[in-house]
Nanobody, 127 residues
Framework: VQLQASGGGLVQDGGSLRLTCTVSGLTFAFSRYCLGWFRQAPGKEREFVAATKSNGGTTRYRDSVAGRFTVSRSNTKGTAYLQMNNLRPEDTAVYFC???????????????????WGQGTLVTVSS
């Protein structure tokens, strides 16, 4: 299983970026998996950002990004997206995408629920 995150970069305070996570090699159909986004800032623990369940109808966000970030997916392309608007310096981190077939709504925000992880993509927001 491979997850490839891309789309990170340097952006100014208030700017936007769109991250993409391309997934391949899954055992089951892509639509059966929850896709999550997590981030880790320097010197801090990894934290949940957003997640989408199966058909994308169920989503979860951490409070600090709700209303600014939007998670979505294309089950036909095997891809997940994280649209990030109105970025702030505190959003600076390495962003990771993750997948799990053991997906229930109550655990979508828990990193321990995810068994497949991609490499990170760095997002830097300058003030």
């Amino acid at each position: 299983v491979q997850l490839q995150a891309s789309g990170g970069g340097l952006v100014q305070d208030g700017g936007s970026l769109r991250l993409t996570c391309t997934v391949s090699g899954l055992t089951f159909a892509f639509s059966r998996y929850c896709l999550g986004w997590f981030r880790q800032a320097p010197g801090k623990e990894r934290e949940f950002v957003a997640a989408t369940k199966s058909n994308g109808g169920t989503t979860r966000y951490r409070d600090s990004v709700a209303g600014r970030f939007t998670v979505s997916r294309s089950n036909t392309k095997g891809t997940a997206y994280l649209q990030m608007n109105n970025l702030r310096p505190e959003d600076t981190a390495v962003y990771f995408c993750a997948a799990t077939s053991s997906c229930i709504s109550s655990t979508m925000s828990h990193s321990s629920a995810y068994n497949y992880w991609g490499q990170g993509t760095l997002v830097t927001v300058s003030s």
